[in-house]
T-cell receptor, first 114, second 115 residues
Framework: SQQGEEDPQALSIQEGENATMNCSYK?????LQWYRQNSGRGLVHLIL?????REKHSGRLRVTLDTSKKSSSLLITASRAADTASYFC??????????????FGTGTQLKVEL | DGGITQSPKYLFRKEGQNVTLSCEQN?????MYWYRQDPGQGLRLIYY???????QKGDIAEGYSVSREKKESFPLTVTSAQKNPTAFYLC??????????????FGNGTRLTVT
């Protein structure tokens, strides 16, 4: 089952603009993670925000988390053509004995045009 | 450099044949995972393993099998029982039980086409 749902499904912007994508989830979480996937490649971890954090920054990335609304957003500032990729949110299910398995959303396809 | 290697990158098979996808990691990670991705969609978990000689079914395990005889290796066999095997298969690993907040590290995938 899909725990996370991203919105919008696709986003096209001009270089230099900001890109915002949203993720909603259904159950309580310990943390929420964002990943990036370039076409035909594997996913790359971008940022993890814990449930007791409201906002986190990493370079041009800003992630917010609202556990009361079960939603998160990823903001990419001053976008570049190289940011063109699909972006996924993922939520963990903690496993017996430790560890976790991630459930991924359907992703937002971002296209940054020159 | 540490990482995850999936091979081959592209694989073509005839319907009715079993096929095994390779996944090797040198990150010293305990946990390994197999996901399937269909065009324009998210990832769905096939199987995962938290430790050597142990693995669990994910959300879509039917028609697939795995083994975890070594920490570094987690091969996935797509059997003839899998009704729609054509997809992009991604292998991942993480610290697993050592840190439930650890992110996943992914390989670059194997694109399987069955005709």
């Amino acid at each position: 089952s899909q725990q996370g749902e991203e919105d919008p499904q696709a986003l096209s912007i001009q270089e230099g603009e900001n890109a915002t994508m949203n993720c909603s989830y259904k159950t309580s979480i310990n943390n929420l993670q964002w990943y990036r996937q370039n076409s035909g490649r594997g996913l790359v971890h971008l940022i993890l925000i814990r449930s007791n954090e409201r906002e986190k920054h990493s370079g041009r990335l800003r992630v917010t988390l609202d556990t009361s609304k079960k939603s998160s957003s990823l903001l990419i500032t001053a976008s570049r053509a190289a940011d063109t990729a699909s972006y996924f949110c993922a939520t963990p299910e903690i496993l017996t004995g430790g560890g976790n398995k991630l459930t991924f959303g359907t992703g937002t396809q971002l296209k940054v045009e020159l | 450099d540490g990482g995850i290697t999936q091979s081959p990158k592209y694989l073509f098979r005839k319907e009715g044949q079993n096929v095994t996808l390779s996944c090797e990691q040198n990150l010293n990670h305990d946990a390994m995972y197999w996901y399937r991705q269909d065009p324009g969609q998210g990832l769905r978990l096939i199987y995962y393993s938290q430790i050597v000689n142990d693995f669990q079914k994910g959300d879509i395990a039917e028609g697939y099998s795995v083994s975890r005889e070594k920490k570094e290796s987690f091969p996935l066999t797509v059997t003839s029982a899998q009704k729609n095997p054509t997809a992009f298969y991604l292998c991942a690993s993480s610290l697993g039980w050592r840190s439930y907040n650890s992110p996943l590290h992914f390989g670059n995938g194997t694109r399987l086409t069955v005709t």
